[in-house]
């Protein structure tokens, strides 16, 4: 039979780390007795507790790790995520860099020359109305001299 002091806990449900509480107060650590882990410099997101939603941040790194490389099975049972909805975040993140990237920059020129150039059209028709109005008989038309 095995010995435990007042520091050591035998039993697995619990696990050291944050504390997350209720009613939107931020988490705190609790003490342990045990050196704090190092955290690295690039923290990769876990499965979310009941609740919480995804970040706009926390979907782009999930992507970049699938884009990476990372086996979309291996996310989805670390994420807690189905992988159809791994596969719509990186179809979405996808299509937005395509678009992106079949934008061409604007010219202002190309605008004002568009501007130019309806306008001359519809000037145009106004000539021709007014060209066909004076053809037609009436106080617009064009009457013989006596």
Do not use: C, Y
């Not at 189905?82 to 395509?98: G, S, V």
């Amino acid at each position: 039979m095995m010995k435990l002091n007042m520091n050591e806990i035998d039993r697995p449900d619990v696990v050291d780390g944050p504390v997350v509480s209720e009613g939107g107060r931020s988490p705190s650590t609790l003490s342990t007795g045990h050196a704090a882990p190092s955290v690295p410099s690039e923290t990769k997101p876990g499965p979310l507790a009941p609740g919480q939603r995804w970040s706009v941040a926390r979907k782009r790194e999930v992507v970049l790790r699938l884009l990476r490389g990372e086996p979309a099975e291996l996310l989805s049972r670390e994420l807690g995520l189905p992988m159809f909805k791994l596969e719509q975040w990186r179809q979405k993140a996808e299509a937005a860099l395509d678009g992106a990237l079949k934008e061409h920059e604007a010219d202002p020129a190309d605008g004002q020359l568009g501007a130019a150039m309806q306008r001359i059209g519809e000037l145009s028709m106004e000539v021709e109305l007014l060209r066909a109005r004076l053809e037609r008989p009436g106080p617009l038309g064009r009457r013989r001299s006596r």
